[in-house]
T-cell receptor, first 113, second 113 residues
Framework: DQQVKQNSPSLSVQEGRISILNCDYT??????FLWYKKYPAEGPTFLIS?????DKNEDGRFTVFLNKSAKHLSLHIVPSQPGDSAVYFC????????????FGTGTRLTIIP | SQTIHQWPATLVQPVGSPLSLECTVE??????LYWYRQAAGRGLQLLFY??????ISSEVPQNLSASRPQDRQFILSSKKLLLSDSGFYLC????????????FGDGTRLSIL
């Protein structure tokens, strides 16, 4: 049972344009959502997170939007740069008495120069 | 600052051989520790997590085991490797509660022949 889903395995965006990565979840008990970026043969790097009490969090070129009623979150990158080409994972956590993150399957973003 | 060390970076092992992957964290005390596996083209699968010395929670039944002999040391082991154990293994740490981000090592690429 995939509780966190990233339905787009890949996405290509022109350099300078906006990249929008989407993520859906099924468990309404999730309280926190995180985005990670991963280059090949490296560990994921934490990008940005959002608490369920907010609907937007911004950090530089990265903005995460959360729609709790739709159980949907998205990561916006603007403007997109060639170094943004990577696999992006969304993850979710809840107050379940442990500190587990549930990850999506990832979206490969390719920025076209 | 906190750092995480994971080794070896790559490993080629024959079927039926034992395995020991080591992960250590520096610069923090009493971290939560995690082992993940990323199979080819798949997302991150949580294998084990630990909230303290000697405390191990297993997420999926499998051919692997984990141990935490010291506060900042996490070891992934197997007595007899299977072909299906091939993959990219990642160690991660976090502190605190409430959706705190996990921070990953650079991973070990394990190939079983």
């Amino acid at each position: 049972d995939q509780q966190v889903k990233q339905n787009s395995p890949s996405l290509s965006v022109q350099e300078g344009r906006i990249s929008i990565l989407n993520c859906d979840y099924t468990n309404s008990m999730f309280d926190y959502f995180l985005w990670y970026k991963k280059y090949p043969a490296e560990g994921p790097t934490f990008l940005i997170s959002i608490s369920s009490i907010k609907d937007k969090n911004e950090d530089g070129r990265f903005t995460v939007f959360l729609n709790k009623s739709a159980k949907h979150l998205s990561l916006h990158i603007v403007p997109s740069q060639p170094g943004d080409s990577a696999v992006y994972f969304c993850a979710a956590a809840g107050n379940f008495g442990n500190e587990k993150l549930t990850f999506g399957t990832g979206t490969r973003l390719t920025i076209i120069p | 600052s906190q750092t995480i060390h994971q080794w070896p970076a790559t490993l080629v092992q024959p079927v039926g051989s034992p395995l020991s992957l080591e992960c250590t964290v520096e610069g923090t005390s009493n971290p939560n520790l995690y082992w993940y596996r990323q199979a080819a083209g798949r997302g991150l699968q949580l294998l084990f997590y630990s909230v303290g010395i000697g405390q191990i929670s297993s997420e999926v039944p499998q051919n692997l085991s984990a141990s935490r002999p010291q506060d900042r040391q996490f070891i992934l082991s197997s007595k007899k490797l299977l072909l299906s154990d091939s993959g990219f293994y990642l160690c991660a740490w976090s502190v605190g509660q409430g959706g705190q981000p996990q921070h990953f090592g650079d991973g070990t690429r394990l190939s079983i022949l």
